[in-house]
Structure formats: C-alpha cells, structure tokens
C-alpha cells in the first residue's frame, strides 16, 4: 500500500503516516500517565490541566512531572523548529532525521524502562518523563512542518472542533471528516494498546511507539522533496497560454484604425 501511493499520491501517504503517529502518541500518553505517575508526555493540555490542579494540592497530584514534561516538549518543539527553518513545507531529510530520531530517543526509554521500574518521584522516572516529552515535543513540531491539515499527532482538540463545526450539522459541508474521524479513533486506539500493554510491561508500550517512529520516517524518506504545494502551477497553465496567445496576436493596421478590438462596448 504504501508503495503504491508513494507513486500516485504522496500527500496521501504523508496523512497515512501522521496518523501512525497519532496512534503513536496515544500509546505514549497511556503510558506516561498510567506507568509514569499521571504525566502526558505528548498532550500538553492535559499537563497544564494537571500542573494548575496540582498547585493548590488537588487530589496529591504530582508537579514535578508535569512540570517538567512542559519543559522538555518545548525543548524538542524548538529544536525541531530551528533545524527546520531553512526548509519549505513538506519532507525533506531534516523531517526524516527528526523522526528517526524520535524512533532513537523512545527506544533507549524502553530499554531503561526493561532495565529500571518506574517509581514515584525517582530521579530516574523524571528523566525518562521529561525524554518522552522532549521526543513528543520533536514530533510535534515536525509534523506541524509537514502541514498535514487537522493532524498534529500530538492532540485532537481542534480536530473534533473542526469535525463538529464544518461537518454538515454545523452548517457545513463536511469536508476532511475522514482524516479528522481517524486522527480521534487512532489517539483512543492508542491510548488502549498503551493501557493493555501496560499490563504486561511498561516497556512494550514505549517500544511499540518507537518502532512506529522509525518505520514512519523511514516510509516517508522516499517522499523526500515533495511539497504540499506543488500541485499548484497547474492552475495558473491556462493563463500563461493566454498570455502566449497575447504574445503571438498583432494588430493589423485596420484593427489599430477602429480601436482596440475587443473592448469596444
């Protein structure tokens, strides 16, 4: 399949592959947030939800993973963005360095996590947390340079905004619902294989997100120079063979006599 639409639609393929990491991130938040003491590391809504609630010492919930789950996602999100800049929308090596080494970054997370037990307030735990958000964080900000409209892979807030408020109900006309349905179904989709996984290792989970991280950059490499806008000279083909014809057109000296022909009224 995905050798097949590399071929014919490769902006088909690059949704495919946001999508992956949609799922993607719903395995890593279950986990952060069920096996890392009630942290996201990819939602930072929720993280700011938790550190404001945490604060004024609601329910014992914790700070200093939240905390710092928020600095190492903007951490990744400006490192992406700074070795991004140079680039045009759409992928390019840097994209797919990034996400191969988000694939790096989560992989040795699960080996520490086979290794090591995540424990309450365990230094080693605060490492692993704020590594999982700074790779989030990376992802993040990758994906939103590859401008796969309504996925982020990181949160679907403004997806189902957008599903409800464009979809046919709200007046509509119900366009992207597809994508913007799977980006949801996929985070839950994730969120539960998380969970599951949990059950047998806290690891498996953080693994399984790290192969999907290697296989996605590794597919989208072969789309490497396509831009989401490249499809757009096509629209402008028929003026510039106006502008041909115009080009060729001479006037001949009775036309000149009676006046520019085709604008008299």
Not at 106 to 125: N, S
Request: glycine share 12%.
């Amino acid at each position: 399949m995905f050798a097949r639409l590399k071929r014919s639609d490769p902006a088909r393929l690059h949704l495919v592959l946001m999508l992956v990491l949609t799922f993607s991130t719903g395995v890593i938040d279950a986990v952060g947030y069920l096996g890392l003491d009630r942290v996201f590391t990819g939602n930072m809504t929720g993280n700011v939800v938790i550190l404001g609630m945490a604060l004024v010492g609601a329910d014992g919930l914790p700070v200093l993973g939240p905390a710092v789950a928020l600095a190492a996602f903007m951490m990744g999100a400006v490192i992406a963005g700074r070795t991004l800049k140079p680039e045009a929308a759409g992928w390019s090596r840097r994209t797919t360095l990034l996400l191969a080494a988000v694939g790096v970054i989560l992989a040795g997370i699960a080996a520490v996590l086979f290794t090591h037990a995540p424990r309450e307030g365990d230094p080693v735990t605060v490492v692993v947390t704020g590594a999982m958000a700074a790779a989030m964080g990376l992802q993040a900000a990758t994906a939103r340079h590859l401008s796969v409209k309504d996925v982020t892979t990181v949160v679907v807030t403004s997806t189902l905004t957008g599903l409800a408020a464009d979809s046919r109900l709200g007046g509509g006309t119900g366009q992207h619902w597809g994508r913007r349905f799977g980006a949801v179904i996929l985070i839950l989709a994730g969120a539960a294989a998380g969970a599951a996984l949990l059950n047998v290792h806290v690891g498996f989970g953080v693994l399984l997100s790290a192969i999907l991280s290697l296989a996605v950059a590794g597919v989208g490499a072969s789309t490497s120079g396509y831009r989401p806008e490249a499809r757009a000279p096509e629209a402008k083909a028929p003026a510039a063979s106006l502008s041909g014809t115009a080009a060729r057109w001479r006037p001949t000296s009775s036309e000149c006599a009676d006046g520019p022909v085709g604008l008299q009224s």
